[in-house]
Every structure is written in C-alpha cells, then in structure tokens.
C-alpha cells in the first residue's frame, strides 16, 4: 500500500517537472516552421490575479508574486469567471529575417484582451482588444481577438496577455498564424458560418410565413427561437459586435446572455405546444411555467443589477440545459404513455442537445476546448434546424389535412344546414300559403257572389291584408333565392293590365285607409299579351308601391305606366311611382337597396317590415336585364323609375282556349280529378269549379285514392297537391307514369297545385312528370289557362 502511495508521489512530481520545464519554454522559429499554424499552449503559463486589477510592470516584474503554471491543454477553458488573467510566453526567432505572424488570443466575446510585447532591449509594445472597447479603436480590425505580431530576427521576445471578463466564459485558443492560413482559416468560418446563419435565416423567415397563414402558435413560437439563437451564435461569433453594435454599448457587450435566455424560453415554448404538454402532461406543464418565470426574473436582473451578471451566465446555461430535459422528459413521457411524437421532432431535439451539452459542459470547464467543441451549438442547432424543419413541414401536412377534413365537415355540415332551411322555408311556406289559399280564395268568391256593398268592402279589407302577408312571405322565400342563385325569371304569356289593375285595386284600398291621395295612369298603348314573369313583375310593383304608401304620412301616391314598342318583337314598360313621402337621404341612396336596410332604423319601429322589398326588387330589375332609378328629397318625396323590357308572342303561338269567353268556363265535358287532402282547400277549389260548365269534378284525398279513381274512371286532367298523407302528390305522379294506374293514364296532364313555391319544387315536379305548376292562393283565371292550355 505505502508502495502504491509513493509511486503515485513520484508520478505526480514528474508531471509537474515536466510541466514547469514547459512553462519555461520557448517557442523557436526556423526556417522549417515559418510558415506553419503553431499552437502555443505548450509554451505558455497562466496566472489567475484574482480581482486584482495590476499595471503590467507589475506582472512583468512579478512584484505581485503571480503564481503562473503551465496552460492545461490547447484552447484552455477557464470557465465562467469575472477574474484578471495573465498569461506569458516567450518566442525567438530565429530565422535570417523579420516575420510578420497573427496571434489569437481569445474567443471573439472576452470583454478584455490586452497584449504587451517586450525584447529583448526592453521595449514594450501594447496593443488592446476585447468587446468592450469600439471595434474602430481594436489593434486589429478582426472580430477575433487577434493581434500582429512584428518578431525581428534573432531576438527574443516575451509576450504578456491581460485577459478579464464579467462573468463569462474565458477561453485560450493562443493559436499563432500565417497570414495565409489566417486567411484560409477565415475563409473556412465564412463558408461554414454563412451555410449556417443561411439556414436559420431561411427557417425563421418560412416558419413566421407559416404562422400567419396557418396561425398556429408552435410555427411562432418555433421562428422567433430561430431568430433569437441564431442571434446568439452572431454574438458568440462577434458578428453582432462587428456589424450591429460597433460602439461597444452596454447591450453589445451583454447580447450573448440575452439572447441566450430569450431562446431558451422560446424554445421551451415551441417544445412545450409542438408535444401538446398541456393537455397530456400538466405537471411538466407547470414546471415549464416556473422555469419561464426563472428566466424572466434573469432577464430583469440583468437590466436592473450588474453585479448580477457574474451569476447570471452559469444560471443561464443551467436553465437552457433544464429546459432541454423538460423537453426530453416530455418526449420520454409521450412515448411511455404511447402518445406518438414526431421522429424528426425527436431527432432534432437529438442534435439540439448534444450540441448544447457539448457547449454547457466546455463553458463550465469539464471537457477541453476545441474547434469541434467550440462550434458544438452550431453543428447541433443546424442539424436540430433541419430535422425540426421535416418535422414541421409534416405539422403542416397533418395540419393541411386536419383543416381539409374540418372545411369537409363544415361543407356537409352547410349542407344539412341548406337542406334544414330549405326545408324549413319549403314548409313555411306551404303551413302559411295554406291557408291564405283558403282565406283569398273565399273572400273572392264572397265578393263575386255577394250583392251587399258592406260585404263586399269587408272582403276588400281581407283581400288586401292577405296580399300583405302573401307579400311578406314572399319575400322571405324570395330573398332566401338569392342567396342560393335559384331566383329565376318564368317565360309565358299574360296579360299586363289585367296585372295593373290588380295592383292599382290593392294599393288604392291601403292609400284610402291611410287617407292618401292615389293616382293611377294606366299605359295607352300597351299590348294585350306579352311573354315574361307575370309573378315578377307584379312583385317588383307591389313592393316600390307598398313602400311608397307605407312612408307616406299625408299627400298623395302615384302609380304610372307608359310603354314604348321598339319593334314587333319587344315592347319596354316604364314604370314610375311617385309620393310626399319622408324621402331618403343622400348618402343613404346607394345602400337602400341592401337587405335589411331602411332609410332608418326608427322607420323600422316605426313602419315595420323586414327590409328586403327593395333589395329585392334590385335583383328582380337585375334578372330582366333592365334599369331602375330612385331620386328623393327628405321630407318632400321620393320617386322611383323602372324600365323594363318584354317580348311580345306571335299571334300563332298563343293558344286558344276551349272556351272563346272566360265568362263561360265552358270545359265541354271534360273530366277533371281533384287530388288534395285539406277541407278548407277542398272547399276553396270547389267554390272556383262551381263556375264551370259542361265539367266533371271529382275528388281525391290523397295518392292513392288518385290512382284507383283512374283505374275505374275516364279522366281527362288531374289537379295534384304534393303534401298529402299516406301517398303524396310525388309518388303518385311517379306511379302514374310508371303505369300503375293504367296504361291509359300513363300521359295524361298533370297540374301541380301546392303552397311550396321553392324552385327545387319546381324543379322535382317538372322532373317526375308533371306537366304544370300552380302556387296557392289559387288564382281561378290562371287555373282555368292552364288548363285550357293542357286540353287544348
């Protein structure tokens, strides 16, 4: 045992013999190694002055009594320190001429580097480097601390290097160079240093580009650590000193710690959203938290207490290296738990690490400084770059992917909620045109029957207030139209005076109870017959009049028709409605004809509706490809000019009726089945068919029925409602046509009568084999037309 101990005596005293001849050491050059990169550290020794700041006369005299020893191993790490060092060496040259080298001294961020130079005859020469100087007032113009040296020939010189920091890691590259491969040395960091700062310039730019286009937070949070490192590395490099800050400001000085802690949280950040934590692991969530709020605490004290900053660069780079286990505690975590994690994800964070660990351990002096060791974080982080690239570019896919799949759900979920409101608006119209059928069909038939003027004034009031409603629901179903571009303009022959007239008789009632004065001018020269949408252009009518009676308190309301025939082939109708209105101001001109938009919102109250006549009437003009202009003065009245144009039919194409004289409704002893299931319609349609002569009526309460009257009977015509019970009016004009009511029957006219005036409707009806389309309230003329026109 006592052998063992001596032995290891003896092995260290020869070491540190071995040692102190180094120290002592000169480096010689000749002729052989003028040209080479030497590392020095073999002839250099180092002395720690504590805080003491001394004048170099007292370091070169040694009246300090500096203990120097020999330097460690090449590119010493002295760790984080905020101490004086001194290191000297000595060198002869001995070659025939003066030679010219370039010596590093320390890593581009040493807030001081000072070097003094003394030959052989006592002359000192001193030179100052370091960041905290302007980059102007360096020795050398290099962001190394990198000084030239002049050595003559046959003389030795002794070199003494001042190192200080605030806190910061203090390296000894003491590498001498040629000016060639001082060159080529910095042609190799120019070409690594660019691909690298190119790559993380790149990922900032495309992930902040994804961010806004994808808004999510982790392609953020991912960009701005990108940003933020690559800042630091620039420090590190001393870029940022040399280009952005050259003055040597209290921030260039402290940008490396900065930076440092700024990426950290982000990087914590992206790892803590990309891995979810939140939802899958609330205990590393918080403690991500608590170290977020370390970090800003660092940060703060940095700014507010300089005495802080010798701590802060060991805590910082003890919170970045436990921020990269809470990420890889998650990972290990996710996996156990078997959530999966993205494999370049993991992977990156691989690179990221083991640079970082790399880096974190050299600055705290554990493993030897080296090209290799000192560029660590740049070879993790452009490796983690590229990895976590692939991995958010699959984010993006599987983003890409889940956002296809919600606008799917969202377009099927539009769908249904199109075929809801179709549906709805389908049987609203059908529960209300339902019974307006009833309510207008026999006020009419009342006031035609009825000689007592009182009677026939009360079913006025009732005819106007039904036109009021049908003209609301209309509305509704017609606005709803357009916003799913079904409104669409029907093509057949009517007669339009009969359709003024209709319209004056209506609004002249509603004029009367206001106590307004009505005017009529009906057109001279309008043709009897003319080819377009009957429905429509009493519309667009009805909805100018109503609401130029409606805003209206006291005056008078026009209603005027002009035409002029361009050929024999079309004919425009103007129209022009004129009041004493309220009127509407200017500004407000070019929106009333938005939905929902009255002149105010006090008219709303005031005058009700659902502000969409106008709106309407807008598109309805648009369809007939023709003009409408509205002029007006507020408090003095408003007028409004529509053009419209139509075709006018030949002769030879209007068909004629069986009956020459509406008068006579004379059907000469045709067949007609009424298939409908609602009494009151029942009562409505039988109160119409009692006018006609020389007609079978018959009566059906459903599809079915329908198809076993055919079977037994001889029918020349069939009056089909579609909302029937036990067989509606769909089925049993399919198994019509498809000849289960007799091969005699499989082409016989069918006439759709129903409430629902959506164009689907319209459309199913016309697909299943209906020849014709009536809405309720049942006009008795236009049944008898259609019918007419059928048989005919």
């Known amino acids: ?76 790490n002295l760790g984080f320190t905020n101490h004086h060092y001194w290191v000297k060496f000595e060198i002869v040259n001995n070659t025939n001429e003066p030679t010219i080298y370039y010596l590093e001294t320390g890593r581009p961020v040493t807030d001081e580097v000072d070097i003094y130079i003394l030959d052989s005859q006592g002359t000192v020469i001193s030179q100052k480097g370091g960041d905290n100087i302007p980059f102007e007032e360096r020795s050398l113009k290099h962001r190394k601390s990198i000084f030239k040296l002049s050595l003559l020939h046959g003389v030795k010189t002794r070199i003494f290097i001042h190192f200080k920091s605030d806190g910061e890691v203090i390296n000894l590259p003491l590498q001498l160079h040629t000016y060639e491969s001082l060159l080529a040395s910095t042609y190799i960091d120019q070409l690594v240093f660019g691909i690298f700062y190119g790559i993380l310039m790149l990922a900032s730019i495309i992930y902040m580009f994804m961010f806004f286009a994808l808004r999510d937070m982790s392609f953020l949070y991912y960009s701005l650590y990108v940003i933020f490192i690559a800042l630091m590395q620039f420090s590190l490099d001393g870029y940022f000193y040399q280009y952005m800050m050259p003055d040597a400001g209290w921030f260039s000085q402290h940008s490396v710690i900065i930076f440092a802690i700024i990426s950290g ?77 993205d494999r370049f994800f993991s992977i990156g964070i691989f ?128 606005f709803s139209k357009m ?155 408003t007028l409004c000019r529509i053009i419209l144009e139509y075709k006018l039919p030949a002769i030879q194409n209007i068909q004629a009726k069986i009956s020459s004289s509406n008068d006579a409704y004379d059907l000469k002893g045709k067949h007609i089945l009424i298939v409908e299931d609602n009494a009151i319609n029942k009562l409505v349609i039988e109160a119409i068919t009692k006018k006609w002569k020389n007609a079978v009526i018959s009566f059906a309460d459903n599809g079915l029925e329908c198809l076993e009257v055919l079977k037994n009977n001889s029918v020349d015509l069939i009056l089909m409602d579609l909302h029937m019970p036990v067989m509606d009016g769909y089925e049993s004009t399919i198994a019509i046509r498809n000849g289960e009511a007799g091969m005699q029957n499989t082409n016989i006219p069918i006439i759709a009568i129903t409430a629902d005036v959506m164009e689907s409707t319209k459309q199913k009806v016309i697909e299943i084999g209906m020849n014709d389309y009536i809405t309720k309230p049942i006009d008795q003329e236009i049944v008898y037309d259609k019918i007419c026109k059928l048989l005919s």
């Open 1 to 76: 045992m006592i052998k063992r101990v001596i032995i290891k005596t003896l092995a260290i005293l020869m070491i540190l013999g071995f040692q102190q001849l180094q120290a002592v050491a000169q480096f010689i050059i000749n002729s052989n190694s003028r040209n080479e990169e030497v590392s020095l550290y073999s002839y250099a020794s180092i002395a720690d002055a504590g805080t003491q700041k001394l004048s170099f006369a007292e370091v070169k005299d040694n009246n300090v009594n500096l203990v120097f020893k020999s330097v460690a191993y090449p590119k010493s």
């Open 265 to 341: 949280i982000f990087l914590g950040k992206y790892g803590e959203t990309f891995l979810k934590v939140r939802t899958y692991r609330r205990t590393i969530y918080h403690i991500f938290r608590i170290l977020y709020l370390l970090l800003a605490v660092l940060l703060g004290a940095i700014f507010i207490s300089p005495s802080v900053l010798v701590y802060s660069y060991p805590i910082a780079n003890a919170l970045g290296l436990t921020v990269l286990v809470l990420i890889i505690t998650s990972v290990i975590s996710l996996y156990k738990n078997n959530i999966p994690v």
């Open 483 to 637: 916003e799913k571009g079904e409104l669409k303009l029907e093509k057949n022959s009517f007669e339009p005076l009969r359709i003024f007239e209709q319209i004056k008789n209506n609004a002249g009632v509603e004029a009367y109870e206001k106590g307004l004065d009505f005017k009529y001018s009906p057109p001279e020269n309008m043709p009897a017959i003319i080819q377009g949408d009957a429905t429509r252009l009493g519309q667009i009518i009805n909805n100018v009049l109503n609401n130029a009676i409606k805003y209206t308190d006291k005056g008078f309301v026009k209603f005027e028709v002009d035409t002029l025939v361009k050929d024999t082939h079309k004919v425009s109708i103007i129209i022009t409605i004129s009041d004493s209105g309220i009127g509407i101001a200017k500004e407000k001109i070019n929106t009333i004809f938005e939905p929902f938009t009255q002149e105010t919102i006090n008219n709303k109250r005031k005058y009700g509706g659902f502000g969409l006549g106008l709106c309407i009437v807008k598109a309805l003009v648009d369809l007939h490809d023709g003009n409408i202009e509205l002029s007006s003065i507020p408090n003095k009245g």
């Open 351 to 478: 690179f990221l690490v083991s640079g970082f660990v790399v880096f974190i351990l050299n600055n705290f002096g554990l493993i030897p400084n080296s090209y290799l060791v000192e560029n660590s974080p740049k070879l993790g982080t452009g490796m983690e770059i590229i990895f976590l690239s692939l991995s958010m570019a699959k984010r993006v896919r599987i983003l890409k992917s889940e956002k296809e799949k919600m606008q799917a759900i969202a377009l099927q979920r539009s769908e249904e909620m199109n075929e809801v409101k179709s549906f709805f608006l389908s049987n609203m119209s059908h529960e209300l045109r339902t019974p307006l059928n009833a309510i207008m069909g026999l006020a009419d038939l009342t006031f035609r029957e009825s000689r007592d003027e009182k009677v026939k004034n009360n079913c006025e009031v009732i005819k106007h207030a039904s036109y009021n409603l049908l003209s609301s629901v209309n509305d509704i179903l017609d």
